[in-house]
């Protein structure tokens, strides 16, 4: 019969639960629904708790407590359910069994908001700073009270410590980042109302809300001093949560704390019981429900999204509150900035600036890429993400003063070369302005194609003056060492006519080109007009056309071929008069005695 009983009233409060209605008596106690692991340093769900949970139809909403470990987050929860000790959340001081990970009270508190019936959770979260922890631990405790919450009550006592806001902002920082990660980058992270709640005496003449006002306003920094930025980034992360932020104080409820789980209201300080009434309030006032891409959670909505929220935090490398969000982007970014610099040093120097732009653009944009899919949180990083920008232009800043020495470097060979080349064809044996002006066009050719960088321009105009001063120098020196060769090839052809070859016609020929030389040009032709004249055209065609062509360069095998040409005549002066006797091919003078007799 007893087993019968048992079993209608567990069908009768599942019933209860599932249409939203007030649990049942046997329910009124706090569950666990986050615990540590062993190791306290990640979080694990506990299903006692998340059943409760997940028999909720109607919308959820959440009221969480955080704070320092031993301020009197579990007694406060119960003074706003209305629960003492021995009934509510454990107080550490009366029980042996105190808040570790995160605990809800299995009764929600039915409440109508903006016309629809909510089922309010109470949460109680374990403090943080307590012995035996590591950092990490706590934050993720901090983080997910945060993205969990409709109404975040940060308990504090006495007054606002730096450290405490830190803390916050970092918190804000991993739950909008965690948030991101399940949901998608795309959907900003929805703050919880954030409530300070003050717990003191006296206030010195200030509000509460003064106070917070106070340590949350920027400090002016006009001297630019690293410390006081930190600061105002911390301040600065908690401004998506400053237009729902609150402040309210609560005066101690009796100065013997160890006994206050034994005080009824009537024991309690007036002035406390006032204010805790007004509290209620407030919390009823500002509470709305969770609400996740627009959408309202149920029961068990809340619990898959708490899942989600849970394994992305295990999930990811989370860093301590003392070194916030910059020290763990500190790895990111000089993975990052590595690969930037990998990339920018494959780059082959030098290059031109449009080419060195680009790759440095290209190089900049996967970088920011990397950072931007591996950076973690959202305020702090955007400094992070700043510094590596001024990173990545340092290491530009080097390279461009590398590619303008490698551009130099190059420049400078090939100007020296090209210098070479023309003093070299400023001594031409033959001159001959076709070849100088071959010579001319290779060397600017090679130079365009080759010299690159921001040297080019400089070296280019370096480059046409040298070489225009050398083309005019050449142009000023070749008709007279032209005629001079001209005059010398006369008196050689004079010699071979006369004395090798002993062909009449050739000495003949290369006397009137002399005497033509010596006297014709230089009574009518002045040395300014000799370029000009046309006969002097022609002159100065067949002389390029035989010392510079396509089958032969004459100045470089002009002493072979007059050593071969010395030698051929030599062999025919000696062997072929022998061979082929008075037959010889070339008419020479005849010294032999004449067949007529002489006359006296």
Not at 249 to 275: A, F, G, N, W
Request: hydrophobic share 40%; aromatic share 10%; proline share 4%.
């Amino acid at each position: 019969m007893g087993n019968w009983k048992c079993a209608l009233i567990l069908c009768i409060s599942l019933d209860f639960i599932a249409s939203g209605s007030p649990f049942p008596n046997n329910l009124q106690q706090a569950f666990p629904i986050v615990e540590p692991d062993p190791g306290h340093t990640k979080l694990r769900l506990a299903r006692e708790g998340l059943d409760v949970i997940e028999k909720i139809t109607t919308p959820v909403a959440v009221v969480a407590v955080i704070g320092p470990y031993r301020s009197g987050k579990s007694f406060l929860l119960n003074q706003l359910l209305s629960l003492s000790c021995s009934e509510g959340f454990g107080v550490g001081h009366m029980r042996d069994t105190k808040t570790k990970g995160i605990w809800i009270w299995g009764t929600p508190v039915d409440l109508n908001i903006n016309g629809v019936r909510t089922s309010v959770f109470y949460l109680d979260t374990e403090g943080f700073e307590s012995v035996g922890k590591s950092n990490v631990y706590d934050d993720r405790i901090f983080a997910l009270a945060t993205v969990l919450s409709s109404v975040l009550i940060y308990n504090l006592p006495e007054t606002i410590r730096e450290a405490d806001i830190s803390r916050l902002s970092f918190a804000v920082e991993l739950a909008e980042e965690f948030y991101g990660r399940v949901k998608g980058q795309d959907i900003a992270f929805e703050p919880a109302k954030l409530l300070w709640l003050i717990q003191r005496d006296f206030l010195q003449g200030k509000s509460v809300q003064e106070m917070v006002n106070e340590a949350l306003q920027l400090v002016p920094n006009t001297d630019g001093d690293k410390n006081i930025n930190q600061v105002n980034q911390i301040r600065e992360s908690l401004a998506m949560m400053g237009e729902n932020s609150t402040a309210f104080s609560l005066p101690q409820p009796h100065l013997q704390r160890t006994k206050l789980c034994d005080m009824k209201d009537d024991e309690l300080d007036p002035t406390y019981v006032l204010k805790r009434d007004q509290l209620k309030q407030l919390v009823a006032s500002i509470i709305l429900p969770k609400i996740v891409q627009g959408k309202t959670l149920n029961g068990k909505e809340f619990v898959s999204f708490l899942e989600q929220i849970l394994e992305a935090l295990n999930k990811g490398e989370i860093p301590s509150t003392g070194s916030l969000v910059e020290i763990f982007n500190k790895g990111i970014l000089e993975r990052c900035l590595k690969l930037y610099s990998d990339m920018i040093s494959r780059v082959s120097l030098p290059l031109s600036e449009n080419s060195l732009q680009q790759s440095h653009k290209r190089s900049r944009e996967l970088a920011m890429k990397a950072f931007d899919e591996q950076h973690f949180g959202r305020h702090h990083a955007k400094r992070s993400a700043v510094q590596l920008e001024e990173e990545i232009e340092k290491i530009y800043k080097n390279v461009v003063l590398a590619n303008e020495y490698q551009s130099s470097k190059l420049c400078e060979s090939l100007y020296t070369s090209c210098e070479d080349k023309m003093d070299q064809l400023q001594v031409l044996r033959l001159p001959s302005m076709a070849k100088f002006n071959a010579g001319f066009l290779q060397c600017n050719q090679s130079f365009e194609q080759k010299c690159v960088g921001p040297s080019k321009i400089n070296y280019e105009q370096r480059l046409m003056k040298m070489m225009g001063k050398s083309k005019s120098l050449f142009i000023k020196e070749y008709n007279q060492r032209l005629f001079n060769w001209l005059v010398s090839f006369s008196l050689v052809m004079v010699v071979i006519g006369r004395f090798i070859i002993k062909f009449i016609l050739i000495e003949i020929g290369a006397w009137i080109m002399f005497i033509f030389l010596e006297t014709y040009t230089r009574m009518f032709w002045s040395a300014e007009a000799l370029y000009y004249n046309p006969i002097w055209h022609v002159i100065v065609a067949t002389w390029e056309n035989l010392v510079y062509n396509p089958v032969l360069d004459l100045d470089r095998w002009a002493i072979q071929i007059m050593i071969m040409g010395a030698l051929v005549l030599l062999y025919y002066r000696c062997y072929g008069k022998r061979k082929q006797g008075s037959g010889y091919v070339l008419p020479l003078f005849n010294t032999s005695s004449s067949t007529r007799p002489r006359s006296d």
